[in-house]
């Protein structure tokens, strides 16, 4: 029903800064929650950034005054931009978000195919 397709990774020095987007493609559902994940080698995947429909946001500490999460609940399109970039921001990122199908009416969630941002030192 829904697809989520990524761009904007790539490699950017230290200090550097990076956009990604992601958009949903299909129909037939209202997004609720938009959010970007990592997952780091041998790491666990962890969630990022998150915004909520209404406006809440979520940062996780690590990221914190450095990346800034954007959406368009209308467009059903989301943005994260990372300003000083660390070495340790090295990772696959992923949107994900969590929607509600209009018909029949229920819950739903997707994933990016991920992408990679390495950071250099």
């Known amino acids: 029903q829904v697809q989520l397709v990524q761009s904007g990774g790539g490699t950017v020095k230290s200090g550097g800064s990076l956009r990604l987007s992601c958009s949903a493609s299909?129909?037939?559902?209202?997004?609720?929650?938009m959010a970007w994940y990592r997952q780091a080698p041998e790491r666990p995947r962890v969630l990022v950034a998150r915004?909520?429909?209404?406006?809440?946001?979520y940062y996780a500490d690590s990221v914190q005054g450095r990346f800034t999460i954007s959406g368009d609940f209308v467009a059903n399109s989301m943005d994260l931009q990372m300003n000083n970039l660390k070495p340790e921001d090295t990772a696959v990122y992923y949107c994900?978000?969590?929607?509600?199908?209009?018909?029949?009416?229920?819950?739903?969630?997707?994933w990016g195919q991920g992408t990679l941002v390495t950071v250099s030192s």
């Open positions: 994900h978000i969590e929607a509600t199908m209009n018909w029949p009416i229920g819950h739903l969630e997707a």
């Open positions: 299909g129909g037939g559902f209202g997004i609720d929650t």
């Open positions: 915004l909520r429909d209404g406006g809440d946001t």
